[in-house]
């Protein structure tokens, strides 16, 4: 008997010294964060179509006050579809969710980046298509629930230059702008078959520059799902891995919010003083039963 009650003891140290150590491990490789910045600044050099008005900061107060001490602020005006910002449901679906009205839980989500920079290299009209969703799950496994999906085409490098970004000299005529985009047969399967937060890219429109008819946007506010465009940086995430942030503006009555997006994504550093920490936690438990 006493043989038997000494091996459960040990037994039951062991299990709980495995459990503690895995539990510390998480909590530790949980907060190892790295964040990543896909947001390109509002300047005066701010992406916008052209029906919209550009960017514009005026500096109100920048130096000392009469009073001794340093004082700066500023006014700024700007188009809510401005640089790297989120297209609210109603800005083409008549009825669909405004700005102020996107539930938070909606713009944060498992960061999934369709890469298509090879299919855009000679082709600038290039429409995501099933198959590129198709290659990313066959790679990285099916798109998870609450997903932010942004399509790669490189477009981020090219920015803020107008005749690169619209693939046109003529930056004020959208008949002539050249880049890709969402094709609407892949938008709406994944609609109907995955449980998507956010759908958006790193070019001006989700939908291609060619288009006149926009029906990614139409597909997107039917279905009160925000889309992102000219986001950033998306090179300096993992394809799968992720977790992105859309912090946009709360405009009250608003059609679309220019937005900090931002992902994090963990376990991206090698922390040896953590693995010690993990060590040590287990041999006191070891020690304490």
Not at 236 to 252: H, N
Not at 268 to 274: H, Q
Request: glycine residues 8%.
């Amino acid at each position: 008997m006493r043989i038997a009650n000494k091996m459960y003891k040990m037994l039951r140290s062991v299990v709980i010294a495995v459990f503690s150590v895995i539990l510390i491990s998480n909590a530790i490789h949980a907060l190892d964060l790295e964040v990543f910045d896909l947001t390109h600044a509002q300047d005066g050099d701010a992406i916008a179509w052209p029906i919209y008005p550009q960017y514009n900061f005026t500096i109100l107060q920048r130096g000392l006050t009469e009073d001794g001490y340093w004082l700066e602020y500023n006014a700024f005006e700007m188009a809510e579809h401005s640089g790297t910002h989120m297209d609210a449901p109603c800005h083409f679906g008549e009825g669909g969710l405004r700005v102020h009205q996107i539930p938070l839980e909606k713009l944060v989500g498992p960061g999934v980046i369709i890469n298509v920079k090879s299919k855009v290299e000679n082709n600038n009209d290039y429409r995501l298509a099933l198959s590129d969703i198709q290659d990313w799950e066959n790679k990285y496994n099916i798109i998870p629930d609450g997903a932010i999906v942004f399509m790669n085409a490189g477009w981020s490098q090219k920015y803020p230059n107008k005749t690169l970004v619209f693939g046109s000299d003529d930056h004020m005529d959208p008949t002539t702008f050249h880049f890709p985009g969402w094709h609407e047969d892949t938008v709406d399967w994944l609609l109907k078959n995955r449980n998507i937060h956010v759908i958006g890219g790193d070019t001006p429109s989700f939908d291609y520059g060619l288009s006149t008819t926009y029906p990614v946007h139409k597909l997107l506010g039917a279905n009160n799902i925000p889309g992102m465009e000219n986001v950033a940086n998306l090179d300096s995430i993992p394809e799968s891995g992720s977790i992105i942030y859309v912090a946009a503006f709360k405009i009250y009555d608003g059609s679309g919010s220019p937005s900090r997006v931002f992902a994090t994504v963990s376990g991206a550093t090698n922390n040896w003083s953590s693995k010690c920490l993990i060590i040590l936690m287990g041999i006191f438990y070891c020690r304490s039963y």
